[in-house]
């Protein structure tokens, strides 16, 4: 496997096990995990968060206890030099930024149901059969799109000002790197992307009137992230080898801990390029 060659790698540049760090943004709590090459659980540790119910149906979070959490997760591992990090994480919350990566309102997550108006709504507008076509999913309350026709209904000052739409474990990697980016498996959680062709779906956001270019910028990266990224933001972290490239391979929420820290994968300047989402 990919994973398994990483690994590989990871052993014959470093002369030893190799060390892979695995946080998991949870919904009740975000978890920290180190394990070496064989799956040996070297450290672990979790922060808990609460989830804020303002009304019968709803379930939202501040994005910014994700973030803190990761930070006070990794700041308490022991023995911390790593080879590379896996990040995952809930699927479906809706994080709205704007322009200056400012948190407008707590994140709806995946299991609030306040949106079963504008599900119908754009089952109307596009066509159930055409989502299910386009994205191999209908338009379930928990996805980002009808979350995002709620803001646009309920809280037209706050929807006129998002600039960017993060998921969960994404908003933590902007923390983590300032990477503005998501991969194909959430990606395709949100009613709003075209799974055949692996890329945003313009005939759904057209037909919403999302502006794609602004609020989705930067669908998929598939570009290596500089481990300094990750040593201003973390920095507990002592990552092996300062000329590495890190590149964060992104699973699904239902991908735990220890899956999570195996599918960590150290891109090297010749390595090639990954695909996300596979």
């Not at 975000?30 to 070297?42: M, P, Q, S």
């Not at 598939?222 to 002592?238: C, E, S, T, Y």
Request: one cysteine or more; charged letters at 25%.
């Amino acid at each position: 496997s990919l994973a398994h060659r990483a690994i590989l790698l990871v052993r014959w540049q470093n002369g030893g096990v190799a060390k892979l760090l695995g946080i998991d943004v949870g919904t009740t709590s975000t978890k920290a995990i180190l394990i070496d090459e064989h799956g040996r659980v070297l450290d672990s540790h979790s922060v808990s968060y609460p989830i804020a119910r303002p009304l019968p149906g709803w379930s939202e979070q501040d994005p910014e206890d994700w973030a803190r959490a990761a930070h006070e997760c990794v700041e308490r591992l022991e023995g911390l030099g790593v080879d590379a990090i896996g990040l995952t994480g809930q699927m479906h919350g809706a994080t709205v930024l704007d322009l200056d990566g400012k948190v407008l309102r707590p994140a709806i997550l995946w299991n609030d149901q306040r949106t079963a108006e504008e599900s119908a709504e754009i089952e109307r507008l596009v066509g159930r059969q055409r989502v299910l076509d386009i994205t191999c999913n209908p338009p379930l309350t928990g996805f980002q799109a009808p979350k995002l026709l709620w803001m646009r209904h309920h809280e037209p000052e706050i929807f006129k000002k998002i600039a960017h739409v993060l998921l969960p474990k994404d908003f933590v990697r902007f923390r983590l790197t300032d990477s503005l980016s998501t991969d194909c498996s959430d990606a395709s959680g949100t009613a709003l992307f075209d799974v055949h062709k692996r890329r945003w779906s313009e005939d759904i956001l057209g037909e919403l009137e999302i502006r794609c270019r602004e609020v989705f910028k930067r669908a998929i990266n598939r570009q290596p992230i500089g481990l300094h990224q990750i040593i201003n933001k973390l920095p507990g972290i002592a990552l092996r080898r300062s000329d590495q490239l890190l590149q964060i391979v992104i699973l699904a929420h239902r991908n735990r801990m220890i899956l999570a820290a195996l599918a960590a994968i150290v891109i090297l300047a010749s390595a090639g390029d990954v695909q996300q989402g596979k």
